[in-house]
């Protein structure tokens, strides 16, 4: 089974892919890790990438598609989570012909609702770990050692991104950038709506829901 998980930043989605990966035989493609590892790796597609990425640029769908391309490949006959990718329709329909390539699909698309005023309270108080990455919050989940992270002892950040008068701007930017890869799902009759302004634990079972139904369809 893949999965896709859409999500404005701070909808949680990260929060619960883990979870997924926890609980059951996901591995995740996350674009971030996939353009480190071809950079690492001084693959070709690493270079053009990081030309991209050095001068500030995005980097283009044609890049973007060969990285997950090769992804795919090592990971023949695994359940993956897509996340951050596809950003873009063409990125999506490439996404199709790759899989079909391998006989697989995307099985669902979850797209996490966000309210915005919700959101503001969520990310101003996020603080993430600069060793591990695992989230706590200022209210809701605040760390036991202060400062420092419970799992690893890396010290807490408050990200730059994560700051209020960014937050405004980095939502506009999903919504038009996302807004269409959304709409191309959703005429597939592939996307599912999760409300993640609920608790964690919540959204949870209502992802495990629509797997349990996605399985058995
Ligand atoms: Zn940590």
New binding site residues.
Partial sequence: MNIILIGAPGSGKGTQSRLLIDKYNFVQLSTGDVLRAAIANKTDVGFSAKSYMDQGKLVPDEVMIALVEDYILGQKGKSVIFDGFPRTVAQAKSLDLMLEKNAAQIDKVIYFKINPQILVKRLTGRRT?S??G?IYHVETKPSSKGHI?E????SLVHRADDREEVIGERLAQFEKNTGPTIEFYRGLKRLVEVDSMSEPDVVFKEIEKVLALANKG
């Fill in positions: 770990c060793q591990c695992e992270c799992k690893c002892g890396g």
